[in-house]
């Protein structure tokens, strides 16, 4: 089974940038699509971008235009660059496979917290 270590959040006023790196494992991740997930107090865990083996990639409405998934498979590590943050975007940020819903264990992500 895979796993991720996510890094990069912060504190952030809005209209500021941030980078979120996933460092992942595992001989099959080059084949796998990953995506960046996020989650708020009282709301479920939901997609926000995902990247697939040929970099095709998909954005959920609240962040397309701003968001950018991106991976690296030599480093098995996918990125997520945000821009424009909104204090809307303020959540606990994950990465896990997105194909047929996430497979791998939750590792304890990475707090984005963007200030108005």
């Known amino acids: 089974q895979v796993q991720f270590v996510e890094s990069g959040g912060g504190l952030v006023q809005a209209g500021g940038s941030l980078r979120l790196s996933c460092a992942g494992s595992g001989s099959a991740f080059r084949f796998l699509v990953i995506g960046w997930y996020r989650q708020v107090p009282g709301k479920q865990r939901d997609l926000v971008a995902s990247i697939d083996r040929g970099d095709k990639t998909h954005y959920a409405d609240s962040v397309n235009g701003r968001f950018t998934i991106s991976r690296d498979d030599a480093k098995k590590t996918a990125y997520l660059q945000m821009n424009t943050l909104k204090p809307e975007d303020t959540a606990v940020y994950y990465c896990?496979?997105?194909?047929?819903?996430?497979?791998?264990?939750w590792g304890q992500g990475t707090q984005v917290t963007v200030s108005s």
């Open positions: 896990n496979t997105a194909h047929n819903g996430p497979t791998a264990s």
